[in-house]
Every structure is written in structure tokens, then in C-alpha cells.
């Protein structure tokens, strides 16, 4: 059982770099936890750098920290927010057919950006460190791809006297021309 093991796995690690990706660059749209544009480009075989520049709804646990009284409230926040994120990641195909390649994503990135709460007009800014995992669906025979993935972190919601820590999270399905 060991050695059919190892002999798959060579087999996959010797085969990986022949289903190297057939585009270099994908632009589209993003939607889900996040909506707005996505870009997306190799710089190396099976690595890509990914951004959005996109919108949406935040709906977490944080916790509140304010300077001046010193205090720390824990509860949940209902927010919108506009950000830039962009992640780098390892991209390899874990399937490849006449019609569809399949490949498979892990990687981590930043998001930076802007928020606010539905009750209150106070502005917030943001940033956060995120990981992403996913799976992309390369279409062969047209010059489109379809994607989907997760992306848990750790959000910072600030201002200047108080700041919000939090799971951030987004969840968001892609579909992009490729060129």
C-alpha cells in the first residue's frame, strides 16, 4: 500500500508542471461576500497574483476597543465596506480533460479598504490579513474561466479613537475573460 502510494504521488509531482495553466492573465467580475472586479495574473507557472477591487456586506463578531475610555465590548456588527484585496497564491491543476481543466488554489493575501454601519455615519477604515482556497474551472474551448473560493482572516476596523477586531471572511464565486 506504501509504495502504490508513493508511486502516485511521483506520478502527480512529475506531472504537475505538464498542466501548467493556458492563459496568462484573466480579467471579470466577482460575486458573493464580495462584488466588483477581479484580476488575475501568473508570474510564474503555478503562481498567481490575484486582485479585486470590490464591495459588500460584512456581517461578523468583533470586538471594540475604544482608547479613550478604555474599554472592550464584544458583539455583533452589521457593516458594508468597499476594498482592495489582493492575494498571491499557488495554483496547480488537479484535473485536466478534453473540455475542462480543474485547478486547485491556496495562497493569503491583504484587504484594505473602507466601511461603514448601516445605523451609524461613522466611517471606518479597514485592513486585514486573509487566506484563500479555491478551485478555478479553465474552459478550453472558450477563453473563460470559473471560479470559487473562501477567504477566512483577521479584519481591523478603525478609526481614531477606536478600533473593531474581527473574523473576516467572504466567500465569492468568479467568472473571467482570459487573454
Not at 471594540?64 to 458594508?80: A, F, I, R
Not at 484563500?132 to 477566512?152: H, Q, S, V
Not at 478609526?159 to 487573454?179: E, I, K, P
Request: hydrophobic content about 45%.
Amino acid at each position: 500500500m506504501k509504495r502504490i502510494l508513493l508511486l502516485i504521488s511521483m506520478a502527480f509531482i512529475a506531472t504537475s508542471s505538464l498542466f501548467a495553466q493556458d492563459y496568462n492573465q484573466s480579467f471579470g467580475l466577482v460575486a458573493g461576500s464580495l462584488n466588483g472586479l477581479s484580476y488575475k495574473k501568473f508570474v510564474k507557472d503555478n503562481v498567481a497574483i490575484q486582485t479585486d477591487l470590490a464591495f459588500g456586506l460584512l456581517a461578523t463578531r468583533f470586538t471594540e476597543y475604544d482608547y479613550y475610555s478604555g474599554y472592550s465590548v464584544s458583539g455583533e456588527g452589521h457593516l458594508w465596506n468597499f476594498q482592495l484585496q489582493p492575494n498571491l497564491y499557488y495554483q496547480n491543476n488537479v484535473l485536466n480533460g478534453n473540455n475542462l481543466n480543474i485547478g486547485a488554489f491556496i495562497g493569503g493575501g491583504v484587504s484594505l479598504g473602507y466601511a461603514q454601519g448601516f445605523y451609524n455615519d461613522l466611517p471606518l477604515g479597514k485592513w486585514g490579513i486573509n487566506a484563500i482556497a479555491g478551485i478555478e474551472f479553465i474552459l478550453n474551448k472558450t477563453p473563460l474561466t470559473i471560479g470559487l473560493d473562501f477567504r477566512p482572516g483577521y479584519g481591523m476596523l478603525f478609526t481614531s479613537n477606536q478600533s473593531l477586531h474581527m473574523f473576516d471572511w467572504a466567500l465569492a464565486a468568479s467568472v473571467r475573460y482570459c487573454f
